[in-house]
């Protein structure tokens, strides 16, 4: 609540690389029940913010897309006045900043046969590189980045609304999500954990085809010596971290989990984990971003 004992209003600024699905974003933001402007001018972004009446019912929590397409665009400029938008008591503000690899954001322009904003008469890599370059900033000060690479519309409308529905439940929102080490870190994961220790099922023909899902690749993983014990100090650090991480007013908290090919023991620990966090009482959401995959 703000000094006045009003609700503040919820301010989410969408930014990053073009491609990364920052329109996407604000689609999702509106259909959430937010006023969505996109490509606004930083000069204006105080003045839509700004009601003669604070506590005015017809105000609403807004989505605002600025980025490199934008009239009169800085990065230091913004970042500034975020920071003294975030002063103001009778708002919530939030920079959110959207990512993507580049060889996925060249095959999206190419798919499209859109021109980059910052590549009109040059090839679409080099505006992506000098994108990257101008947005660098933006990208440390954000208070939350999406990595969009490997993450379908339907995770997206899943990982935003359940951080900003204006009729989402208070309190810690969690994402369990099992990965591949050889496709990389998921840049959006707050912990990580490896279970690449635990025997693996890859190494049984009858097992390989399947995933961690299946009963047998799940009692495989869960026989070795050294899942229970593992697992238990697992489930009992996380436990005692949540209340912690909610008392820091933090509202989503993504914990990822992996292995070698993110088909078996990530999927395995994962599913468990977040079974064991839903009898806790906590609401959270379970994703397997390789498990599907080609056998690796």
Request: glycine share 6%.
């Amino acid at each position: 609540m703000s000094e006045a004992g009003v609700e503040p209003i919820r301010v989410i600024v969408v930014s990053g690389l073009s491609g990364a699905g920052k329109t996407t974003a604000l689609k999702l933001l509106e259909d959430f029940g937010y006023e969505a402007v996109d490509n606004l001018p930083i000069s204006l972004l105080r003045r839509l913010t700004t009601a003669e009446d604070a506590a005015s019912p017809a105000r609403r929590a807004m989505a605002v897309g600025v980025d490199s397409r934008t009239r009169d665009f800085q990065p230091d400029r913004l970042i500034a006045l975020i920071g003294e938008l975030k002063q103001r008591p009778d708002l919530d503000v939030q920079l959110l900043y959207f990512d993507c690899e580049d060889e996925i954001l060249l095959k999206r322009f190419t798919a499209t046969r859109r021109r980059h904003p910052l590549a009109a008469d040059r090839p679409v890599a080099d505006g992506i590189a000098a994108e990257r370059h101008l947005m660098k900033l933006l990208q440390v000060e954000a208070d939350q980045v999406f990595d969009t690479s490997t993450v379908t519309l339907p995770e997206l409308r899943q990982l935003l609304a359940a951080q900003f529905a204006l009729d989402a439940l208070p309190g810690l929102s969690i994402m369990v999500l099992s990965f591949s080490y050889k496709l990389g870190l998921p840049r959006e994961a707050d912990l990580v954990f490896d279970v690449r220790f635990l025997r693996n099922p890859h190494y049984d023909d009858q097992l390989r085809p399947q995933t961690g899902i299946d009963p047998a690749v799940a009692a495989y993983v869960v026989a070795d010596s050294g899942y229970a014990d593992f697992f238990a100090r697992l489930g009992g650090m996380i436990s005692s971290l949540l209340p912690r991480y909610a008392a820091e007013g933090k509202r989503y908290l993504t914990i990822a989990i992996g292995c070698t090919g993110g088909r078996h023991r990530s999927v395995v620990v994962a599913e468990a984990l977040g079974r064991h966090l839903r009898e806790a009482g906590q609401r959270v959401d379970i994703r397997h971003r390789d498990r599907d995959l080609a056998n690796a």
